[in-house]
């Protein structure tokens, strides 16, 4: 369960290195090769590597530590080493253990980091979806030119309405990405406070009145105890008929065996999912052999610069860091997000 902080944490840590001529040490668990980039822009930060498991040298003192999207087994002992600011490599922080951030300490993440390949990826699978990508396909000769077999007819995602169950950065690229599809957009976000930067966006803060009458559905929303099976029996069936599901978020937040059933009746045409729990799948699970079931394994962030823009997101809060301005990413440890 997780710690509920009595407040908001602030963007900034309570206390940093205000001495002009002080070294600012940036302890890491990742590799020297990943770091290479960020040494070059700041070569007045010292960085030092620690250990994920094991005992740590007296030695090891702090300002800032870099780690991965689950801490690592020292975590507890590497944070009570002067830390003020925590950054993790992790567009999310659902397998992070929270519980170890001391209350003085701010946690930041690279949210939003993987948002413009993932949401690329949504907008391939709606695609794939309406125009019936890869069964149109022909490696000889077809009976007819100029028509589909079957009585096909290939759709388009112009008109098509769409629900975006999570309105964070990865849900508004998808949104903004759909709009110019002329994609008509319906978002679910805890308040019903407009998108600014997106005014087309009809806003709801009901998960079941954001999927009525949607042709496509996009599981954006970050896995915390309040969105544990957000997409459940209930929301299924609220569904239009031959709905398509397309879950990039994390496994937990679809009710698997309630998809099940919605696939079978025809509730829901198709299943694309980059997501699953547990994960990996085991060799024999049932969405392996679904005929209406799409699996990926958990590689929608990829694209040629997915590395680089997640360490981008530190590299930009070191430099406020430096500067004593309030960082971006913070975690809020109560939400969970």
Known sequence: MLRRAPGPRPRFPAACNTD????????????????????????????????TEGPLGDDVHGDVLLTTAIGGPNLSDVLQ???????????????????????????????????????????????????????????????????????????????RR???????????????????????????????????????????SNAIDAVADAHHIVVAAPATAETEHLVDDALLRAVRPGAHLVNIARGGLVDQEALRV??????????????TTPEPL?????????PSVRLSPHISWSMP???????????????RWLEQRPLDGVVDIAAGY
């Not at 629900?163 to 998808?174: C, D, F, Q, R």
């Not at 919605?262 to 997501?275: H, K, Y």
Request: net charge negative.
């Open 305 to 319: 610069e997915s590395y680089d823009l997640l360490y981008d997101t530190f590299r930009t809060n070191l430099a």
């Open 162 to 204: 769409l629900a975006v169950l999570g309105m964070g950065s990865i849900g508004t690229e998808v949104a903004r990405r759909a709009l110019s599809f002329g994609m008509q957009v319906r978002g679910l976000r805890r308040t019903q406070r407009p998108i600014a930067e997106l005014p087309e966006i009809e806003v709801v």
């Open 262 to 275: 919605a696939l079978d009746d025809g509730r829901i045409a198709r299943a694309t999912l980059d997501v």
């Open 282 to 290: 085991p060799a024999d699970h049932w969405m392996f052999g679904h």
């Open 20 to 51: 002009p001529m002080a070294v600012t040490r940036v302890l890491h668990h990742v590799g020297a090769d990943s770091l290479a980039s960020t040494r070059s822009a700041f070569p007045d930060v010292e960085f030092v590597p620690v250990p």
């Open 81 to 159: 080493r002067g830390v003020k600011w925590v950054h993790t490599i992790g567009t999310g922080v659902d397998r992070f253990p929270l519980d170890a951030v001391l209350p003085d300490q701010v946690l930041t993440c690279s949210r939003g980091a993987s948002a413009i390949a993932i949401s690329e990826w949504v907008l391939a699978v709606m695609l794939a979806f309406e125009k019936h990508v890869p069964d149109i396909w022909v490696d000889e000769a077809p009976e007819h030119w100029f028509r589909l077999p079957g009585g096909i007819t290939l759709g388009g995602l112009h008109r």
